[in-house]
């Protein structure tokens, strides 16, 4: 049973442009959430998601970001139009339901130039 | 003042050490996690507790709900336990963790 996958692990790209980042589950997990960690910073909520059902984006900033986690395929976090401050490790993790314990992916690192 | 907050920021101790890390919270939870994170890598959950004491290997993991306080214990503390170790809630009602600054610990050789 292979563990939250997440790619790409890194990620470069100029101001403006569009990022995507993907999170496979892990295998039976229907709860995916999303963390960013800035530079020397604490780890943030972001969104939380079931199958196709946005639960819980308090976290997220209200412009430019979106998440999505389809009937099928990867859940993917999108960033429009970055800008420098997007620059972090953001982090994903999967439970099966909302009592389990939340298994957490190696982060893609984002680096905006 | 952070909802989760640890204690210390910065360890160091000699191998072989017990190591202790704290964590005071002032929200309501349904549940603490400690994790580990390795410097440039992934984030891996060590315990989840609502309650009392739970145990794996070298490592300790205790909770008192009443008082909103949790500790982290190492025994017999390695270099490969060097790392940043988080302490992060789940906040009652809610599906979203909350997170700790972390505590870097550095076991020298």
């Known amino acids: 049973n292979a563990g939250v996958m997440q790619n790409p692990r890194h990620l470069v790209r100029r101001r403006g442009q569009e990022a995507r980042l993907r999170c496979s589950p892990m295998k039976g997990h229907s709860h995916v959430y999303w963390y960013r960690q800035l530079p020397e910073e604490g780890l943030k909520f972001m969104v939380y998601l079931q199958k196709e059902n946005i639960i819980d984006e308090s976290g997220m900033p209200k412009e430019r970001f979106s998440a999505e986690f389809p009937k099928e395929g990867p859940s993917i976090l999108r960033i429009q139009q970055v800008v420098r401050g997007d620059s972090a490790a953001y982090f994903c993790?999967?439970?099966?339901?909302?009592?389990?314990?939340?298994?957490f992916g190696p982060g893609t690192r984002l680096l905006v130039l | 003042k952070n909802e989760v907050e640890q204690s210390p920021q910065n360890l160091t101790a000699q191998e072989g050490e017990f190591i202790t890390i704290n964590c005071s919270y002032s929200v309501g939870i349904s549940a603490l996690h400690w994790l580990q994170q390795h410097p440039g890598g992934g984030i891996v959950s060590l315990f989840m507790l609502s309650s009392g004491k739970k145990k794996h290997g070298r490592l300790i993991a205790t909770i008192n709900i009443q008082e909103k306080h949790s500790s982290l214990h190492i025994t017999a503390s390695h270099p490969r336990d060097s790392a940043v170790y988080i302490c992060?809630?789940?906040?009652?009602?809610?599906?979203?963790?909350?997170f700790g600054q972390g505590t870097r610990l550095t076991i020298n050789p």
């Open positions: 992060a809630v789940l906040i009652q009602g809610a599906q979203k963790l909350v």
């Open positions: 993790a999967s439970s099966p339901n909302q009592k389990e314990t939340q298994y």
